[in-house]
């Protein structure tokens, strides 16, 4: 997002053309994420290949369902969150109306992944697979759980007029965000309950 | 370079607008890049001498066979720590602290784009070392070596919180890496010098950009990494545990995937520092520029291929092995490429040895032979007989102290005039230098040897008559001569600063960036206008000017490859231009630029003074006690302070 969208960013005649500070911020910051979740992904991976049979026979591969449906609410999220964003940049529609929407899809994501994990089968100490359940799982309900904050701050700050067609970057930082941590959800959830079939296997 | 026009009536302004705020909590709350540059930088040092004292207790237990200075128990807590101090709070800060200050004045720049986060940072990085080094307070030094190497740091052979400290303590320095990176790739990409074009950039920022760039792929691993450890210690996850279908193994995977990119994380930005020094010691442009350039991107993308040969003993298939040692080769070919340019930017330009370029000639020297024994090592048969023996430690001293902390200590000598406005005394300069330079091959050379004789590394003592007397003996003296060494440095630094010294000159060395245009030390505000880049050396191409006072040259037009052209170009350029140099309100504003060529973009209004930074690392940091002791409440409370902390710091218009 240029920085014509920033509030503490005033555009030179002709410009701008170049991004603003707080979208390469967030932009650098989602690098940072991804390397962390791909050390995470890596760590799956690398259990996996380790073992003849993954999930081990006496331990019940789980449903999943409820993580789906959090991940899902995750995407339709992210997909109304863009919608406002286009309201706000138009000036049209309800923004507000339809952000509370993002944000109680984005709390639903959340809720439902974390529902996934009280529904576990098992506990994250009985195997090396458990423990890649739990914690993967785990760490797609923690960044649901901080988009929903900032979904949220920028509710607040839509009530409070400080979001304005022309002054929107936490709106596009939050889009961001969102369709980061819905890619990311789906990434997670299919290590843990498609692993071998991704990946390659033993 | 012509200098600035603006009168002093806009100075006074520019420097009330950019200056800190008065008092104790001016003082905390300072986010200008100059304050935390020099904060990471002296805090760094600080952490240096504590880790050079504890290598002197370990060097004078091992002086002589069977000593008894100090227990198993503690050299093992004292080989620990000094090896985390110095990678993780000495070289790496230390450097990010250079690039903090240094490089928005050599782009022209008048702060970092993102002062807060620059600030919170630096509050991470304290308190990280505080939460390191608050282990000895309560007598749990972590104990398993700097790289925690499972199982000996899984719950059942490193009970207690000894590892947490560590696992908790590097889990903040590494935030505050990242978020350095963050901040300097952002400042590289928006905030040069009208026409400073991509490349026209200092080397030295080149090098702390890559670097940058290579912490936000490397670090993150490794948090993921450390908090997987965590979980295995805390909460009974079994990601290392072999016994329930974990992987020890997994650990040096994460960790190296960190681990040797971390070696060149720590190179490169002291391969920017040594060619500054050079290219203004020889007083010429630094030769091949271009190719120096692309051999510091090359390495910086090379050296993600090679983790691996830190673990060859440990079963890795020969395809791969033969993979990794091809990787370890062809890696120095870029660094031979940098070395060469060095040495014929030497060659060729007037040398003036002063201590600053005696260190970078030192460089060379020690540096060259820790690449020779590192293609050594990165031979697989060599590597067997080698691995974990005391010519490791010659081989990873000489190409860390090599490599980064003679340039850092030359860099103290050639930046200081900028960082204090105090010139460190060369004559005691020199001294100190020799002292190190003698006292370091006296300590490690023989270390060689030592290794080929098949003493190994972290062993508290040793028999007599093994063959190992000698050497060892040797080698403890040199480190007590490099001992005085740092002292030297030390005493030559607080002498520099003592009250009614003289000060430094604006630009004593003569040298090419920008960050040598404004006075020393550099002013609240950096610069007095917008610099307008025509150049790689703007101080010596005679068409650069140091701030809008001036109309750009002409040539400086033509050369700045429409770096204020366009349609910022005419009135409208005059008019923003004037508002930077000489400001009508009270707001810190900076000129953005476009990524490759540098064109004028937007103009910026920038945070001055804030809080929030420190209460969020404050907040980080009581989270981590509460995860070390167990304590849940506090763990959340400490949550809640850093959501609340982040949320006032983003509210727009809260300082």
Redesign the interface.
């Known amino acids: 997002m240029h ?2 969208r920033s ?12 991004a603003a ?1 707080g979208t ?2 967030i932009v ?2 989602l ?10 992904a ?2 799956a991976l ?2 996996e290949t ?2 003849d049979a993954w999930p ?1 026979a006496e331990i019940p591969r789980p449903s999943g369902v409820r993580a789906w449906v959090g991940a899902a609410a995750l995407v339709l999220a992210a997909g109304v969150a863009t919608v406002v964003l286009r309201q706000v940049r138009s000036a049209s529609g309800a923004p507000i109306v339809t952000h509370a929407v993002v944000v109680v899809t984005t709390v639903t994501g959340a809720l439902f992944l974390a529902a996934d994990l009280r529904a576990a089968p098992f506990r ?6 458990t ?2 359940y ?2 993967l799982t785990g760490v797609a309900v923690v960044l649901a759980a901080v988009v929903a ?1 900032m979904a949220v ?1 920028v509710f607040v ?1 839509m009530t409070t007029g ?1 979001i304005d067609a022309e002054r929107h970057l ?1 709106v596009g930082n939050t889009v961001l965000m969102l369709w980061f941590t819905a890619a990311t959800t789906v990434i997670l959830l299919a290590l843990v309950h498609f692993l071998p079939l991704v990946g390659g296997g033993s | 370079m012509s200098a600035t026009g603006a009168g002093v009536g806009d100075l006074r302004l520019l420097d009330e607008v950019w200056g800190p705020r008065p008092g104790f909590i001016g003082w905390l709350g300072q986010c200008n890049h100059k304050a935390v540059g020099r904060r990471f930088i002296f805090t760094a040092f600080a952490f240096l001498l504590i880790g050079g004292a504890m290598a002197l207790v370990m060097r004078s237990q091992l002086a002589f066979p069977d000593g008894d200075v100090v227990g198993p128990q503690v050299f093992n807590q004292l080989f620990t720590m000094h090896g985390t101090i110095m990678m993780f709070l000495f070289v790496v800060p230390m450097l990010e602290g250079f690039t903090i200050y240094v490089a928005p004045l050599a782009l022209g720049a008048r702060d970092m784009p993102m002062p807060r986060l620059n600030a919170f940072g630096y509050w991470v990085y304290l308190l990280g070392g505080g939460l390191l080094l608050s282990s000895f307070a309560v007598g749990a030094v972590p104990d398993s070596g700097w790289f925690a190497y499972v199982p000996l740091t899984g719950p059942d052979f490193a009970p207690g919180v000894n590892l947490d400290f560590w696992l908790l303590g590097v889990t903040m320095l590494e935030v505050s890496g990242i978020v350095a990176a963050i901040e300097i790739v952002t400042l590289v990409a928006r905030f040069r010098a009208p026409g400073m074009s991509i490349v026209r950039m200092p080397i030295f920022v080149w090098a702390s950009f890559v670097a940058s760039v290579m912490i936000l792929f490397a670090f993150p691993p490794l948090v993921a990494g450390t908090i997987l450890l965590e979980l295995d210690r805390k909460v009974g996850t079994v990601f290392y545990d072999a016994a329930a279908g974990g992987d020890p193994l997994l650990w040096q995977h994460l960790f190296w995937w960190f681990g040797h990119p971390e070696v060149y994380i720590q190179l490169l930005p002291a391969l920017g520092i040594a060619a500054a020094i050079v290219v203004a010691g020889a007083g010429r442009r630094m030769a091949a520029r271009t190719l120096v350039i692309a051999s510091l991107v090359g390495i910086g993308i090379l050296s993600f291929g090679l983790w691996v040969h830190h673990m060859y003993a440990t079963g890795i298939p020969l395809l791969a092995s033969s993979l990794f040692t091809a990787a370890s080769f062809m890696i120095a070919i870029p660094s031979g490429v940098i070395v060469m340019s060095f040495i014929a930017t030497m060659w060729w330009g007037r040398l003036r040895f002063t201590a600053s370029m005696l260190y970078v000639v030192a460089f060379v020297f020690v540096f060259v032979a820790g690449g020779i024994t590192g293609v050594m090592v990165a031979m697989v048969p060599f590597d067997w007989q080698a691995h974990d023996t005391y010519f490791i430690v010659a081989h990873f001293h000489y190409v860390l102290v090599g490599g980064s902390l003679f340039p850092i200590l030359g860099g103290l000598h050639h930046w200081m005039p900028k960082l204090t406005g105090r010139m460190l005394d060369e004559r005691l300069g020199r001294w100190a230098f020799a002292l190190n330079f003698v006292g370091f091959n006296l300590a490690f050379f023989p270390q060689h040897a030592l290794g080929l004789f098949g003493m190994p590394r972290r062993v508290w003592t040793y028999e007599a008559g093994l063959g190992w007397d000698g050497l060892n003996l040797a080698s403890s003296v040199g480190s007590w001569v490099m001992g005085l060494g740092m002292l030297l440095f030390t005493v030559n630094l607080l002498l520099a600063h003592r009250p009614g010294g003289a000060r430094a000159p604006a630009d004593p060395w003569g040298a090419d960036t920008l960050e040598w245009a404004t006075a020393s030390p550099a002013p609240n505000y950096n610069f007095a206008g917008v610099p307008q880049v025509a150049s790689p050396e703007p101080m010596w191409d005679g068409v650069s000017s140091a701030g809008a006072g001036d109309a750009a040259p002409a040539g400086a037009a033509a050369e700045g490859a429409g770096a204020d052209g366009g349609d910022a170009d005419g009135d409208d350029a005059a008019s923003w231009r004037s508002r930077l140099d000489r400001p009508t309100s009270r707001v810190r504003q900076a000129v953005a630029t476009t990524g490759l060529d540098a064109r004028p973009d937007h103009i910026v209004t920038l945070p001055g003074h804030s809080l929030w930074p420190l209460w969020a690392a404050v907040s980080l940091a009581v989270v981590m006690v509460g995860v070390l002791f167990d304590a849940v409440g506090l763990g959340v409370v400490g949550l809640v302070g850093l959501i609340a902390s982040v949320a006032a710091w983003l509210w727009p218009g809260v300082e």
Not at chain 1, 31 to 40: I, S, T, Y
Request: overall charge negative.
């Open positions: 920085a014509g509030r503490t960013a005033e555009p030179l005649p002709g410009g701008p053309r170049a500070m390469w911020g650098l910051t690098v940072a994420l991804a390397m962390f979740v791909a050390g995470l890596a760590a690398y259990l380790g073992h081990p994250w100490d009985l195997h090396a697979y423990s890649v739990w914690v904050l701050a700050q400080v936490e």
